[in-house]
């Protein structure tokens, strides 16, 4: 039909609607607790690689509500550790082609992303990722204020503040994309590969045999499983201690914000870990900005007055111009904070219980690459090696990846 | 933002303090494993409700205290000095 090619990039696709409700089966061979990017991609790639699709993804709200749909949508890979850049590498790369494969266009701007240093001690630490990167083939490389200014124009690079900008890590590939697009694509691409979404279906319990799982208690009912994934954030630590396990993840709120819209002036993402800020320009217009996590646990996700001080401080620091732009909305996210700021990937001692938790602040951006390399888990019943370095037993071996230093925020 | 109550100076905004993570028991050092050890170290009830947790008045009296916290709304129910 000729309208099938422009229906193909229409919201609603060509067969009317994004994703169906089903009813509720009471088996399913795999049930992915979590309908955000990381759990929907799981059931994409289980249902498209691995042509398991008896699967069902169940979220206590709607699909996207949780981090997938607060967070400031900035994706990039250059990371610190050698077992960090080449996932969040995997994540780019199949960011890049995502509109293509989903069929929807999830307006992936690789814009670059640009992080600045403000003291000796940092431009170390910038210039120890750019080598890391650049051995691992990730375009990044250290540059100095003059290059800083022509990216940036708006950027005060004097001497004049607090914490002059003394240099900046420039990464061409990093960009900002349409975080409810990829969540809205992943599910409708499982969806038409028949996995069953439901959302508004909380769980309740997880029942087991021995050490063994064999289904999750909902409160729509017990539905018989033998695999179960918690792709949750915010949740993980609740649903992984309802089989006994207790994870090393604290979690804290994480707040943004997003002012009213100014003509295109900013078309880098910018960051600076010493003031714990980033600030990336919309489509729209609007400038989305977000600071370091909340310096306390909590599952509040009430905003602070606190937060929008500290964060317009800093902005106004590196950005003077920005002085009477206005504010428009701000919002808070839970974020599963590990020992070292990477996540937890795969199988626990629990069989049959696998985990993508603990993702801090990365877990967006590593949506696509968890959800193919877990599938791929799932379904081989074995351990990928891009993802091995992650596992939970790491924590129990001494082996961690310190990804601290890679991060925007909370050092 | 809250309230805390310090034991020692009174109610002061959250901002004054440190958080110091959930209280939980170190294991006897004579008879601990390794694994209950990285347990001790890593492992966190990370509890959605009531837990107690440590906390330090770093722009007051400079004491550690134990404080029950809601994580939920934040609400603390109270504070007292460790044993």
Redo the contacts between chains.
């Keep these: 039909m000729p309208n099938d090619k422009l229906n193909h990039w229409l919201p609603w696709g060509s067969k009317g609607r994004m994703w169906h409700a089903r009813p509720l089966k009471d088996r399913y061979d795999v049930v992915i607790i979590g309908g955000g990017v990381h759990g929907l991609a799981a059931a994409y790639y289980l249902a498209r690689d691995h042509g398991v699709t008896d699967v069902a993804v169940l979220d206590r709200g709607y699909i996207g509500s949780g981090g997938s749909g607060r967070n400031t949508a900035i994706v990039r890979s250059n990371y610190r550790t050698p077992e960090g850049v080449p996932f969040y590498d995997e994540s780019v790369r199949l960011y890049e082609g995502l509109s293509e494969e989903l069929g929807y266009n999830v307006m992936f701007s690789q814009r670059g992303h640009l992080t600045l240093a403000h003291s000796d001690r940092s431009i170390k630490g910038l210039r120890e990722r750019a080598e890391t990167n650049q051995i691992l083939s990730v375009n990044s490389r250290l540059i100095w204020p003059d290059e800083i200014k022509k990216l940036v124009p708006a950027l005060d690079v004097s001497d004049r503040p607090r914490y002059p900008i003394m240099a900046a890590l420039w990464h061409p590939p990093g960009g900002i994309i349409r975080h409810d697009a990829v969540v809205w694509g992943y599910a409708r691409g499982a969806d038409r590969r028949s996995v069953a979404i439901h959302p508004q279906t909380t769980v309740t319990g997880i029942r087991t045999e021995g050490d063994k799982v064999v289904g999750v208690e909902t409160d729509r009912g017990f539905i018989k499983t033998g695999v179960v994934h918690n792709a949750t954030a915010g949740w993980c630590?609740?649903i992984a201690?309802m089989v006994g396990l207790?994870?090393?993840?604290?979690?804290h709120p994480l707040q943004a914000c997003v002012t009213e819209a100014l003509k295109p002036f900013l078309d880098v993402v910018v960051v600076s870990g010493t003031l714990h800020v980033y600030v990336s320009q919309s489509d729209r217009g609007e400038l989305v900005m977000g600071q370091e996590i909340d310096?306390?646990?909590?599952?509040?996700q009430k905003s602070?007055?606190?937060f929008l001080e500290g964060l317009s401080q800093h902005i106004l620091e590196l950005m003077p111009g920005l002085v009477h732009v206005r504010v428009l909305r701000q919002w808070t996210g839970l974020c599963d904070m590990t020992?070292d700021y990477s996540p937890i990937m795969g199988f626990t001692p629990v069989e049959g219980f696998i985990v993508s938790v603990g993702w801090g602040t990365y877990g967006f951006k590593a949506g696509p690459a968890s959800g193919k390399r877990i599938a791929e888990l799932i379904a081989t019943n074995r351990t990928p090696d891009l993802i091995a370095p992650f596992a939970l037993k790491r924590?129990?071996t001494?082996e961690l990846v310190g990804e601290k230093a890679a991060a925007a925020v909370a050092h | 933002m809250f309230l805390i109550n310090c034991p020692n100076c009174g109610p002061r905004n959250v901002s004054e303090f440190r958080f110091g993570g959930e209280q939980h028991p170190r294991p006897e050092l004579d008879t601990v494993t390794r694994e209950e050890w990285q347990h001790y170290l890593y492992a966190r009830r990370n509890e959605q409700g009531v837990q107690t947790e440590w906390w330090y008045h770093r722009q007051g009296c400079r004491q550690w205290f134990l404080a029950e916290r809601d994580t939920k709304t934040s609400e603390v129910l109270g504070t007292y000095w460790h044993e």
């Excluded at chain 1, 207790?246 to 979690?251: A, C, H, I, W």
């Excluded at chain 1, 310096?295 to 509040?300: D, E, I, L, T, V």
Aim: proline share 14%; aromatic share 18%.
């Design positions: 630590s609740t201690k207790e994870l090393p993840v604290v979690t310096p306390y646990a909590s599952y509040s602070t007055l606190g020992p924590f129990y001494g």
